[in-house]
């Protein structure tokens, strides 16, 4: 199973923040509080960013794929899954991409 080494705490906290963030995106969705309408926007655009993060990271972990990098197929390391749980490079492959 590949699975296996997924912890079910890794998901736990996929879930949580997935929770939060869709709960945060429908209460900046709802209210009118005064605040400047770009920061609204790019607010709802990092929770909407946040909450596919999650979607895509948890779709991975049912399909076994978590954990592995989408571009070079390598193992993602470890720390950096705990810093960022929903990655799916593995550091070289986002380094790369990031310059
Ligand atoms: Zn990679």
Not at 9 to 17: F, I, N, W, Y
Not at 21 to 26: E, L, N, V
Request: aromatic letters at 4%; hydrophobic letters at 30%; proline letters at 1%.
């Amino acid at each position: 199973m590949a699975t296996a080494d997924v912890s079910t705490d890794v998901v736990r906290a996929l879930e949580k923040e997935l929770h939060w963030y869709s709960r945060a995106q429908k209460a900046n969705g709802s209210s009118d509080c005064g605040r400047a309408q770009a920061a609204r926007e790019s607010e709802t655009g990092f929770l909407r960013a946040s909450v596919a993060a999650c979607e895509g990271a948890l779709e991975r972990v049912e399909n076994g794929t978590y954990g592995t990098c989408q571009q070079c197929g390598r193992r993602i390391e470890k720390g950096r899954l705990k810093v960022l749980p929903t990655t799916d490079r593995c550091g070289k492959c986002a380094k790369r991409t990031e310059q």
